[in-house]
């Protein structure tokens, strides 16, 4: 019976995710937080998880914070509650811990728009340029490039570089171009982007801030130039969040994916935020590839440690100087 249940184990984990059933009498957050205990496990989460997983998580942030949780935590076992390029960050920096992530399949479009072979072959044509990467990419991407940024630091990288020195901006084309206006330089950029924030309707938008006339426009880096020109304020998905605790206003229109919402109810009781509306027939925004993993699938990871991320050691080691040499950035800027 053992063996057997091993055999569905492994043929569940080539599938991306285990789908045993799950006793509908257990208390899950329990559960979690026995599990915690008993294998020294530590559950990090990004901002656009289901409100469960982010009540139910250690840290909850966005990627920069979580890259820097991943490579000082002293846990056993990383649960990384968020896509696959995350949880691949967390094992490139903190090879000796098991990193599991719930669903396998839990992608990303804008990691995907940016093939390994393809982006050689382009950085190749360019070889005086340097190359500063989002750090929603793959780890293939991280390997040939020269520095990783996120949204939180993206500008202070880039004016660390000398301004005589030409750069490569991959993989998303609308954040490259947000931060070639806002540092003036002029810089390559690699025609990859995010499919939820690609989605929003300016036009919606728009009528949705006359029925507001008093609420701010919150926007992420990766939307679209004319979304972001009527933006009260632009920044990542920690910024939105401070932002919207320091700020003086009652309303705000998000524009980013919708997860963050929990966190800004819970830290703002007394004010109201509208999710921005997309271009199509939906009531909200939410990521496809964020929304895979569920509370069931998390306690399902931890109890059987399993789907595991794993990693060519050379590959991890070229993906891995870059982003020593974004946090190595981040720190001189105290980010």
């Given amino acids: 019976m053992i063996r057997e249940l091993e055999i569905a184990k492994k043929d569940l984990q080539r599938k991306g995710f285990l789908d045993l059933p799950v006793d509908s009498r ?46 000082k935590t002293d ?40 093939p390994p072979e393809l982006f050689r072959k382009f950085k190749e044509k360019h070889p005086d340029h340097l190359v500063i990467s989002y750090i929603n990419c793959s780890a293939g991407i991280k390997a040939l490039s020269d520095i990783i940024c996120t949204s939180s630091n993206a500008e ?27 540092t003036g330089r002029n810089m390559l950029l690699w025609n990859g982007a995010c499919m939820v924030h690609e989605i929003f309707s300016l036009e919606k938008i728009t009528r949705l801030k006359i029925r507001h006339p008093k609420a701010k426009i919150l926007a992420h880096p990766e939307c679209e130039a004319a979304v972001l020109e009527i933006a ?7 910024g939105i969040l401070n932002f ?45 590839h964020m929304k895979l993993n569920t509370l069931e699938k998390l306690y399902l990871c931890m109890e059987y440690e399993t789907p595991e991320i794993t990693m060519n050691e050379q ?11 974004m946090l190595e950035i981040s720190a001189q800027a105290g980010l």
Avoid: W
């Avoid at 990004?46 to 998580?57: C, K, L, N, R, W």
């Avoid at 009260?232 to 920690?238: A, E, L, Q, R």
């Avoid at 009652?250 to 921005?276: C, D, R, S």
């Fill in 244 to 288: 919207s605790k320091k700020d003086d206003a009652k309303e705000y229109i998000v524009v980013t994916e919708t997860g963050i919402l929990h966190q800004m109810q819970k830290e703002n009781p007394g004010k109201t935020f509208i999710p921005a509306p997309p271009n199509n027939a939906c009531a909200c925004n939410d990521c496809p």
């Fill in 156 to 182: 202070k990288i880039i004016e660390s570089v000398p301004k005589d020195q030409p750069i490569i901006f991959a993989p998303d084309r609308n954040l490259g171009a947000y931060l070639a206006k806002k």
């Fill in 26 to 71: 257990l208390d899950l957050f329990d559960e979690i937080e026995r599990l915690k205990k008993e294998k020294n496990a530590i559950v990090l989460a990004h901002y656009y998880q289901e409100p469960d997983i982010q009540d139910v998580a250690d840290y909850i942030g966005d990627s920069l914070g979580l890259s820097q949780q991943a490579a």
């Fill in 232 to 238: 009260d304020y632009v920044g990542s998905t920690t």
């Fill in 315 to 325: 590959l991890r080691i070229a993906a891995k100087k870059p982003i020593e040499r």
């Fill in 75 to 114: 846990a056993d076992i990383i649960v990384f509650a968020g896509v696959h390029f995350m949880a691949e960050t967390a094992k490139i920096l903190s090879p000796q811990k098991k990193v599991l992530l719930p669903d396998l399949k839990a992608g990303c479009s804008l990691a995907d728009s940016a």
